[in-house]
């Protein structure tokens, strides 16, 4: 079992920066590889970046590639997500994921794959 609790949303400018953090808590937090997802409403469910256990991979999707970065520091037990050059389409609540694995090297762009959710943490881009 692991808890994790997401942090650092908040309302900002387009062309503007926000960073999140994902703290974790109950396992060996190495063990996990990690991730999130965002969900703006009557949307679907979308896949933002994912990370392997030593931070050795990354994933991200084109939407947005390029300006947000998923890093971890395993020390801490805790996952970040650096978001720069924000739009109003990045809107959306921010989940943090996390899923067991003995791959070290392995990231998983399925939610369906990932074990634990946060509870949210609302980002708003304004025009």
């Known amino acids: 079992q692991v808890q994790l609790v997401e942090s650092g949303g908040g309302l900002v400018q387009a062309g503007g920066s926000l960073r999140l953090s994902c703290a974790a808590s109950?396992?060996?937090?190495?063990?996990?590889?990690m991730g999130w997802f965002r969900q703006a409403p009557g949307k679907e469910r979308e896949f933002v970046a994912a990370?392997?256990?030593?931070?050795?991979?990354?994933n991200y999707p084109d939407s947005v590639k390029g300006r947000f970065t998923i890093s971890r520091d395993n020390a801490k037990n805790t996952a970040y997500l650096q978001m720069n050059s924000l739009k109003p389409e990045d809107t959306a609540v921010y989940y943090c994921?996390?899923?067991?694995?003995?791959?070290?090297?392995?990231?998983?762009?399925?939610?369906?794959?990932?074990?634990?959710w946060g509870q949210g943490t609302q980002v708003t881009v304004s025009s």
């Open positions: 990370i392997s256990r030593i931070g050795s991979s990354t």
């Open positions: 994921v996390a899923t067991y694995t003995s791959s070290y090297y392995y990231t998983f762009l399925s939610g369906s794959r990932y074990e634990y």
């Open positions: 109950g396992r060996t937090f190495s063990n996990y590889a």
